[in-house]
């Protein structure tokens, strides 16, 4: 069973450009969620999905932001206009439907805007 | 809003030495907590996960307890080596899942 799948590892964008990031669960994972970790800080939580909706958006930037887990295919974190402080390491972590809140961590992207 | 601590923020220890990080929480009513790993650049490793209902995990030569009255959890390390060094990250899972990390203790092992 192949862990959290995460592409690219590492992303370089210019001011200005977007940022698409992608995230595929663990098999017979339905649970998605989206982490940032700044330069010199600590893991911050920004959104959590189920497959085609959104349950908590608590964490996310209120603009340029956004995201989603389709029906099909893998959960995408899009950045519009990224700016340099948009610089950080994304993770995304899956979990199972039911029985466990553990939550499993993908290897991360890491972006940074020049 | 809960707020998680990680103390001490660095450490250093010669190769063999058992040792204890600590993290603690603002509020109590947590689900879960959870302790990772992280190597430079790298991803998170799930160390330990402790339920609510529970007071300690094991795992080799990993201990991780948790006194939700007080909201403290310790990680032990036994016989610390040097393949130990990474930064050690706890974070509680409060109503909803998502977790709340603390800022991580960072953790280098002398041969």
């Known amino acids: 069973n192949a862990g959290v799948m995460q592409n690219p590892r590492h992303l370089v964008r210019r001011r200005g450009q977007e940022a698409r990031l992608r995230c595929s669960p663990m098999?017979?994972?339905?649970?998605v969620y989206w982490y940032r970790q700044l330069p010199e800080e600590g893991l911050k939580f920004m959104v959590y999905?189920?497959?085609?909706?959104?349950?908590?958006e608590s964490g996310m930037p209120k603009e340029r932001f956004s995201a989603e887990f389709p029906k099909e295919g893998p959960s995408i974190l899009r950045i519009q206009q990224v700016v340099r402080g948009d610089s950080a390491a994304y993770f995304c972590?899956?979990?199972?439907?039911?029985?466990?809140?553990?939550?499993?961590f993908g290897p991360g992207t890491r972006l940074t805007v020049l | 809003k809960q707020e998680v601590t990680q103390i001490p923020a660095a450490l250093s220890v010669p190769e063999g030495e058992n040792l204890v990080l600590n993290c603690s929480f603002t509020?109590?009513?947590?689900?879960?907590l959870q302790w990772f790993r992280q190597d430079p650049g790298k991803g998170l490793t799930s160390l330990l996960l402790?339920?609510?209902?529970?007071r300690e995990q094991t795992s080799g030569r990993l201990n991780a307890s948790l006194d939700k009255s007080s909201g403290r959890s310790t990680l032990y390390i036994a016989a610390s080596q040097p393949g130990d060094s990474a930064t050690y990250l706890c974070?509680?899972?409060?109503?909803?899942?998502?977790?709340?990390f603390g800022q991580g203790t960072e953790l280098s092992v002398k041969p």
């Open positions: 972590a899956s979990s199972p439907p039911v029985g466990t809140d553990t939550q499993y």
């Open positions: 098999k017979g994972h339905s649970h």
């Open positions: 999905l189920q497959k085609e909706n959104i349950i908590d």
């Open positions: 509020d109590s009513a947590i689900y879960n």
């Open positions: 402790i339920q609510s209902s529970q």
């Open positions: 974070a509680v899972y409060n109503q909803g899942g998502k977790l709340i």
